[in-house]
């Protein structure tokens, strides 16, 4: 306060008086914060308090919007569980289009393979035939071995056609996944963007500091399939040839 | 190569473990058999007579770098050869899988040829 040139005088104080007796609290205590003005090193203490009252105000209200915020309520008890609801159905839905496919791969193989094996045993009589050296006998039963092949042929054409079809109904997932899948990134943002404002009043850093702190986590904790957002990171071996120079790299 | 070896198939996803096996019959290895997780192929690599494992990393209960390191730790295993194939492509990784002594390492998505590729570089070596 030695500072402070100007002085406190009787009148002021009276001033003051007269307002409160008179029960006028208002014009009191701008009358108060007026005086203060008068001394510099009074101001800039009743500064810091006016902006913490601020701070402490504005927090205040942040907690209670965010407390009394219906959609917030909407999201905790109806969005966030339907959104684990879609996520789980996603993964039977995904995991039954690969069961079906891989039925339809099992189902196919051993026509395929058997289709392979025939033509191999009638490759050498077909051979001999066309060029003109096979017997009686031998030209028989090479005509009895194409006939079943055909047979064969034309009915397993049918259910490996089957199979197909199985295979490409069997991608219908793609749709009914991508739209639930839409969802909840909706729903993300939704909650990203409630949480981001929350923070934000109380620091405009916090965003970076929180990413930041995330990167840092350890090295070797499994994170699945990494992301295209975070593939042209250098950390990350983006595919098969940049991990099998980086094994080079270490001798391998 | 000998195609009849015992080969022991570690994914939590029972797909990715047919995708694998459909991949290694057609590569002519029949014998296959399958894991869910780390915690339930030590067991059975420690009773069976195994030749070669192939390991997800990010599985429940133990993943597959602790399998790969009991692997390396244990008498009658240490000598196996094992390829990992996974999704975690982080350089931490691959270097941490490498320390522990991995025969090879396929990230997914991977092809019938990579893992072909990989497969022959292995066993190119231990023959």
């Known amino acids: 306060m030695a500072n402070d040139a100007a002085q406190l005088t009787l009148e002021d104080v009276e001033d003051l008086r007269a307002l409160v007796e008179a029960g006028m609290q208002d014009d009191a205590r701008d009358a108060l914060l007026k005086l203060a003005g008068k001394f510099p090193s009074l101001d800039k203490q009743s500064k810091v308090f006016e902006e913490v009252g601020i701070l402490t105000r504005d927090l205040h209200n942040a907690i209670k919007d965010f407390a009394e915020d219906d959609r917030l309520r909407v999201i905790a008890n109806v969005d966030m569980p339907r959104a684990s609801e879609r996520l789980t159905?996603?993964?039977?839905?995904?995991?039954?289009?690969?069961?079906?496919?891989?039925?339809?791969?099992?189902?196919?193989?051993p026509m395929v393979d058997k289709l392979n094996d025939s033509v191999e045993k009638l490759l050498p009589a077909w051979s001999a035939l066309m060029h003109g050296r096979i017997d009686r006998d031998n030209f028989v039963?090479?005509?009895?071995?194409?006939?079943?092949?055909?047979?064969?042929?034309?009915?397993?054409?049918?259910?490996?056609?089957?199979?197909?079809?199985?295979?490409?109904?069997?991608?219908?997932?793609?749709?009914?996944?991508?739209?639930?899948?839409?969802?909840?990134?909706?729903?993300?943002?939704?909650?990203?963007?409630?949480?981001?404002?929350?923070?934000?009043?109380?620091?405009?850093?916090?965003?970076?500091?929180?990413?930041?702190?995330?990167e840092l986590q350890s090295g070797i904790e499994p994170h699945g399939p990494a992301l295209d957002s975070i593939k042209q990171s250098d950390n990350i071996a983006a595919n098969q040839d940049e991990v099998d120079d980086l094994l080079a790299s270490l001798g391998f | 190569m000998d195609k009849n070896i015992k080969i022991l198939i570690v994914d939590d996803f029972s797909t990715m473990r047919r995708i694998i096996k459909n991949l290694l019959r057609d590569l002519g290895f029949n014998n296959t058999h399958e894991a869910d997780d780390g915690a339930t192929a030590l067991p059975m690599l420690e009773a069976g007579d195994f030749d070669f494992v192939v390991t997800d990393w990010n599985m429940p209960i133990m993943q597959g770098i602790d399998l790969l390191k009991n692997i390396r730790k244990s008498p009658k295993l240490k000598a196996m050869p094992v390829l990992m194939v996974?999704?975690?492509?982080?350089?931490?990784?691959?270097?941490?899988?490498?320390?522990?002594?991995?025969?090879?390492?396929?990230?997914?998505?991977?092809?019938?040829?990579?893992?072909?590729?990989?497969?022959?570089?292995?066993?190119?070596?231990?023959?």
């Open chain 1, 141 to 214: 039963t090479l005509c009895k071995n194409v006939d079943t092949l055909i047979r064969d042929t034309k009915k397993n054409a049918a259910k490996v056609s089957e199979q197909l079809t199985t295979i490409l109904m069997a991608q219908d997932y793609q749709d009914l996944t991508g739209q639930m899948i839409q969802k909840v990134i909706s729903l993300v943002a939704e909650v990203e963007d409630k949480l981001l404002k929350f923070l934000m009043n109380f620091s405009e850093s916090e965003r970076e500091y929180l990413l930041e702190k995330d």
């Open chain 2, 86 to 127: 996974t999704a975690e492509a982080k350089r931490e990784q691959i270097v941490e899988a490498a320390k522990a002594g991995v025969n090879g390492y396929i990230v997914k998505p991977f092809t019938a040829a990579t893992l072909k590729a990989k497969l022959d570089k292995i066993f190119e070596r231990f023959e």
């Open chain 1, 89 to 109: 159905s996603i993964i039977s839905m995904t995991g039954n289009a690969a069961n079906k496919t891989l039925d339809a791969v099992d189902a196919c193989q």
